[in-house]
């Protein structure tokens, strides 16, 4: 029986590429390690995903992807809204909800994303104006119309409202808080991760009221 896509070797360069990307970052991630973690060499590794600037950006690609998907589904949910400003409210916090779930289920992403912030992979800033910016642009103008619909938010910053919610929710899923002892409690900590969903729920609805 022949191997299934996901099976084979490219599909665990990739998969093997994203967890080293993440947890190393791209420049301390050379393309023997990557090989090396799959059990091939690096010919090989290349026949099947190029040179490493070529695996990164098909890694990022994927990863944009998946966040992607996951944000189209949300805002079409939030489109659907009623026009009051209390089904407004309740369905952009319900698609913080869905984006904050998305960094806990796939924590590779926003790890991935983490690292740029600190200029990993500084050469490839396209990555940036073909991925991000535009994924970042299309949310804050979907927001802007729901609320203008509802009346909420005039003078909010959608586009800054947009990146708080991408920045606390990549960090807390990735760092979680430290208590009053110095203990990490991260989001499997469950009374932790109500406490934090509830206070991005107040910052939230905080940004809209004061706008």
């Not at 407004?88 to 740029?116: I, K």
């Not at 991925?131 to 299309?138: D, H, I, S, T």
């Not at 949310?139 to 509802?150: C, E, I, S």
Request: proline share 5%.
């Amino acid at each position: 029986m022949s191997a299934l896509p996901e099976d084979g070797p490219r599909e665990r360069i990739l998969a093997t590429a994203t967890r080293l990307f993440a947890e190393r970052g791209y420049d301390a991630t050379s393309t023997r390690a990557i090989g090396d973690a799959v059990g091939l060499n690096i010919a090989t590794v290349a026949y099947h995903v190029g040179a490493k600037p070529e695996l990164y950006r098909e890694v990022m690609r994927r990863a944009h992807l998946a966040q992607r998907g996951v944000v189209t589904e949300a805002l079409t949910r939030l489109h659907a809204c009623g026009p009051t400003p209390g089904e407004t409210r309740a369905a952009l916090l319900a698609f913080v909800d869905d984006y904050l779930s998305f960094c806990l289920n796939h924590p590779e992403v926003p790890a991935l994303w983490m690292r740029r912030w600190l200029a990993e992979g500084a050469d490839h800033s396209d990555i940036e104006s073909e991925f991000a910016g535009p994924l970042v642009a299309e949310v804050a103008a979907a927001v802007r119309t729901v609320l203008d619909r509802a009346g909420l938010g005039a003078g909010a910053d959608v586009e800054m409202l947009v990146f708080t919610i991408v920045w606390t929710s990549h960090s807390f899923g990735q760092a979680g808080v430290i208590d009053p002892a110095g203990t990490r409690r991260g989001p499997l900590d469950l009374p932790v991760l109500d406490r934090f969903r509830r206070h991005l729920h107040t910052v939230v609805t905080a940004v809209l009221d004061h706008g």
